[in-house]
């Protein structure tokens, strides 16, 4: 079994930066796809950010050249380093990993990490 948890939350003024981290432990194979969700409260999980083993990247229009996902597998370490935060950019971060390169029923996911932009 794999455990996914986040860190680096916190509160920080727009305009300001964050980098996200999400380790992983336990019983890890071979990665073939992460990624990063936010959800905000009465709104919709939506995915933000998510990079394959096959060099695809994906992100959100509007996070889209601030906000860059990386990973580190030596490590077993997701990042979302997030720069020009918005207050719009206020939600729990939830990171996903896939043994496979796409997202299946299986995918692991850590607990999140709330991230809040003041105006």
């Known amino acids: 079994q794999v455990q996914l948890v986040e860190s680096g939350g916190g509160l920080v003024q727009a305009g300001g930066s964050l980098r996200l981290s999400c380790a992983a432990s336990g019983s890890i194979l071979s990665i073939g796809a992460v990624g990063w969700y936010r959800q905000a409260p009465g709104k919709q999980r939506e995915l933000v950010a998510a990079s394959t083993n096959g060099g695809t990247t994906t992100y959100a229009d509007n996070v889209k050249g601030r906000f860059t996902i990386s990973r580190d597998n030596a490590k077993n370490t997701i990042y979302l380093q997030m720069d020009s935060l918005k207050p719009e950019d206020t939600a729990v971060y939830y990171c996903?990993?896939?043994?496979?390169?796409?997202?299946?029923?299986?995918?692991?996911w850590g607990q999140g990490t709330q991230v809040t932009v003041s105006s």
């Open positions: 996903r990993a896939s043994r496979l390169q796409a997202w299946t029923s299986r995918d692991y």
